[in-house]
């Protein structure tokens, strides 16, 4: 019986695995650019973790998680996100104590039980930076020119950034008090989760798809504000203006996770349907703490990668190959086998066939390769100690000594 891929758990192909090569490497050379290093973390940790960072009452933890017992009882979770696996390290590994400062980068697999669809998956993949240690404005507005200067080199200019300010400790509860009661009085008109959410979480009501019609003139979070929230919202936001970074306030914004406050955000792009968040971030400056940590604030970013490839929508060409090698005959294969070692030593992409083919297939098969040179050993160039060096765009032929120094300086002066 045929055995497939597990359903929301899909496979990467040549011809896309090329596109995430060139996301990821762009994104690694600005985020050390910006003062990041990269860290790696698990991809399994106690299901604790997460339900304290992100919250029990959160989807993610109440509906989403992998989660399973380990033969001792622990109670163990694929993540489904980074944050709280970069602030476990964080602490676990006193980073705290090195720097005052730590801008962490991750690439990886995240896993959500959600409903797959076009740009939702149960397996799928984040790039994310966190800046542990800093409170001030600057550091939220940078991770957004950092975004900013990210899309501008993929060329994905559909990107737009929302952004909202979640208030603290100090100024959240009154507000949460007020959107509860607004969502008490219209209990009969909410949806049932609505309705569970009243008493549990009340700003999720915001962000419910069936109701959104119904709470347009619920109170939001920016009219609660108190001054220092107030003060660094305008700061972040002046700051991007000053930057021509074009952020659109988004006051219903919540968030899927729990630990935020201040600045929250999250980057859409056009052309993907219902899952178009290609990232989204924000400040929790109470989240080190809440883990056990020191009182250390905290903002960050993750970007999906499967859908700013679905955003990207341009398909990756391979890599050409510089050389194909021919050979013709039993002997020519023993001897080009331990050419193509040598040329591929000294750097060239290049790919070898058997030798039992004809020449004429041996043409087909570089010429489908995109292969701009083949080199043809047999048993007559053999004899002479030479290779002929086909060029396949201007179909002139030289010959070479059999030797890879003289074949990589006759293909570098013809190429
Ligand atoms: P998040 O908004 O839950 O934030 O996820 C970030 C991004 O991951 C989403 O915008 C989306 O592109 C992608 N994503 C999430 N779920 C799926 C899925 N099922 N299939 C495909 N892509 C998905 C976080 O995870 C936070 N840890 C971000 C953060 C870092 N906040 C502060 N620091």
Redesign the pocket.
Known sequence: MKINAVKGFRDVLPGETEVWSRLEEAARRLLIGYGYAEIRVPAVERRELFARAAGETTDIVEKQMYTFDDVDGTSLTLRP???ASVVRAYIENGLHGREPVSKLFYLGAMF?R?RPQK???RQ?H?I?A?VLGREDPLVDAELLVLLAEYFAALGLATARIEINSLGCAACRPAYREELRRYAEARKQTLCADCNRRIERNPLRVLDCKLDAERTLDAPVMVDFLCAACGEHFRTVRALLAAESVAVTLNPRMV???DYYCRTAFEIVAEGLGAQN??????R?DGLVASLGGPSVPGV?????V??LVLALRVPEAAAPFDVFVAPLGDPAEARAFRLARELRREGLRLEIEPGRKSLKSHLRRADKLGAAFVLIVGDEELSRGTVVIRDMRGQRQLEAPLDAPSIVRAVRRAQ
């Open positions: 996100e980074g944050t959500r959600e740009g939702r998956f799928f984040q994310g966190e968030r899927g996770l968040a290609i990232g989204g971030g924000g929790y960050g970013f993750a970007l999906g499967e859908r």
